[in-house]
């Protein structure tokens, strides 16, 4: 540059604000490329918190005592004290504020302003706190902080841009949907009661990339007490399981689902083998009686874990965990007994997509020869389900944008549309839709089985057929999902909970995500919305690799297309 800039202007932020490097950037920027009185755009940032009481966030971060009805009373599954002491996982969980139900935290204090950014000034991106003492509105166990940031894009703060949920917004029928930023959620390193009008500060920290949160009696500036080094995980469970798997985890009614398969299938002489990352399965098995219990673990890290778990609850000795791929297993691993009853949530660390569990299969076949006769495999069965939809928002993310602003942005459009064009149109992607609101325009449809009685075949499934719109709206996209036929009487679902009526959104299964496949003709707003009728597809399971491919196809009484 031949000389200091005069004018900064940047795009920098992601959820946390300063995730991305805003702090070290305008710090380099202000020392070497731009002049000392200069104008940036945006001008200002500040960063909100409220301090609530919430046991579903807090189900996504510590493991609740487990609670199994056996035929000798209540056994019940506790933590070890190390996971209860973690302070847990160091980052944020960024999510759809707005989705969270507000009957389902209780808030201890307002809004707090916690700290700003001045972005047309010299920048630091140094460590350092910012304490907001208040009265707690109610009396309760502070347990989890949400929060925001917006920016004034001029000096004067005419122009706005707010990331603040509904309940924080000033006018929430002006709210805006994005997906790039959204809202924060951080856990405090443990649980702490407050008590309605009885002061305390919230303390926001923040080094260079990341911000957290602590709650102390007193200012730091008073008291001293100040914490540079962020909270690291020390018991291995948070980098092992992610915030849903957690939240799962701790489904007491997911779990009495199992328990309740587990005792048809279960006999006094059952030797059983799990086979799903850190699952507490096979704990349930053995206190419902089983004579022998083996789980399987993929890694080391999880080997550990599950060892601690066991020793907390006096199962050392009870539960044999292997360390082994699947193929490798050998009778001397299995004590020289045979399979009687072949266990799996299933889940995997490794799986993105809904089908991708069906890596279970794939070790049911690998260790046939370790099953005894008769032998029962629990799940039985899955199937792959799929619906139409109309999204509220989310189908934003593959549409055009054409003019924003006045600026005719067709160039990148089409861009995009090419790569898209590509693979990625051909292909679905994770959503978590509990985040993402829609409507379904048809009836749920089973498209194909999978049955973990037999080994995987070793020919394509391939299936042909059409699903019946029965409800207007744009056809914005399918989404699939699993389903997990414990018993004959029992099944998992990882998607569609209940039956959606005409209007009302979908209840989806908020423990995992769920596969998108859009619909591209239907994604440009300006389409018309025309006479759907069908939406037929191709969908084909691939025992090699494990993969399912699809196409759906959108048709009418004039024509089809894609």
């Known amino acids: 540059m031949p000389c200091r800039a005069n004018i900064l202007i940047t795009e920098l932020f992601d959820t946390e604000l300063i995730g991305e490097g805003a702090l070290p950037s305008y710090e380099h920027a202000h020392r070497h490329l731009v002049q000392e009185n200069c104008e940036a755009v945006p001008h200002r940032a500040t960063v909100y918190a409220q301090l609530v009481e919430s046991r579903t966030m807090w189900s996504w971060n510590k493991l609740f005592p487990i609670r199994v009805q056996t035929r000798f009373g209540e056994q019940i599954i506790v933590p070890p004290l190390e996971l209860e002491r973690c302070p847990g996982a160091p980052s944020v969980y960024d999510i759809q504020l707005n989705q969270v139900s507000p009957t389902d935290f209780t808030a201890l204090s307002n809004v707090l302003p916690m700290f700003s950014v001045d972005f047309s000034k010299q920048v630091s991106s140094s460590a350092a706190c910012h304490s907001r003492q208040f009265e707690p509105l109610a009396s309760g166990q502070a347990q989890v902080v949400l929060s925001w940031w917006d920016i004034e894009m001029d000096p004067k703060g005419k122009i706005k841009c707010t990331m603040a949920p509904f309940w924080a917004h000033s006018d929430p029928q002006e709210l805006q949907w994005r997906d790039h930023w959204m809202q924060c959620v951080y856990f405090l390193p443990q649980e702490e009661p407050v008590i309605q009008g009885s002061?305390?500060?919230?303390?926001?920290?923040?080094?260079?990339?990341?911000?957290?949160?602590?709650?102390?009696?007193?200012?730091?500036?008073?008291?001293?007490?100040?914490?540079?080094?962020?909270?690291?995980?020390?018991?291995?469970?948070h980098l092992l399981w992610n915030r849903p798997r957690f939240g799962e985890i701790n489904d007491q009614d997911r779990t009495n689902q199992y328990v309740q398969a587990l005792r048809t299938v279960l006999k006094p002489d059952s030797v059983c083998l799990c086979v799903s990352d850190g699952s507490l399965l096979c704990m349930l098995a053995h206190h419902l009686g089983a004579e022998k219990v083996f789980t399987m673990e993929s890694s080391a890290a999880s080997h550990r874990l599950m060892e601690k778990i066991f020793k907390a609850n006096h199962l050392e000795d009870k539960i044999n965990v292997i360390e082994k791929r699947p193929e490798l297993l050998t009778p001397a691993d299995l004590v020289g007994k045979k399979v009687s009853l072949l266990l799996g949530e299933p889940f995997f660390t490794t799986s993105l997509l809904p089908w991708h569990n069906l890596y279970f299969w794939y070790v049911r076949t690998a260790v046939d020869q370790h099953l005894g006769p008769g032998a029962v495999v629990m799940p039985q069965a899955a199937s792959l389900h799929a619906v139409v939809v109309e999204f509220r928002d989310l189908w934003r993310v593959r549409s055009p944008c054409g003019n924003c602003e006045g600026f005719d942005v067709h160039i990148m459009d089409d861009m995009i549309k090419r790569a898209l064009d590509f693979r990625e149109s051909k292909e679905a992607e994770p959503h978590p839709l509990w985040e993402y609101p829609c409507r379904s325009l048809s009836e749920p449809q089973q498209i194909l089985t999978f049955d973990f009685q037999q080994p995987v075949p070793p020919q394509p499934l391939h299936v042909e057929g059409s699903i019946k719109l029965s409800r207007p709206g744009r056809s914005h996209g399918a989404v699939l999902w699993m389903e997990y036929h414990l018993t004959p009487d029992s099944t998992i679902?990882?998607?569609?909970?209940?039956?959606?009526?005409?209007?009302?959104?979908?209840?989806?299964?908020?423990?995992?995500?769920?596969?998108?496949?859009?619909?591209?003709?239907?994604?440009?707003?300006?389409?018309?919305?025309?006479?759907?009728?069908?939406?037929?597809?191709?969908?084909?399971?691939?025992?090699?690799?494990?993969?399912?491919?699809?196409?759906?196809?959108?048709?009418?009484?004039?024509?089809?297309?894609?």
């Open 493 to 562: 679902s990882t998607g569609l909970l209940k039956p959606a009526e005409d209007k009302e959104d979908c209840c989806w299964n908020p423990h995992c995500k769920q596969a998108v496949y859009f619909f591209s003709t239907m994604l440009d707003p300006r389409a018309p919305l025309g006479s759907l009728q069908t939406v037929s597809y191709v969908v084909e399971f691939h025992p090699r690799t494990g993969d399912v491919t699809m196409d759906f196809m959108l048709s009418n009484a004039l024509d089809d297309g894609h």
């Open 199 to 237: 002061a305390v500060c919230l303390v926001a920290h923040h080094d260079d990339y990341c911000v957290w949160y602590s709650l102390q009696r007193t200012s730091p500036e008073k008291n001293g007490r100040v914490h540079p080094v962020r909270p690291v995980c020390d018991c291995q469970a």
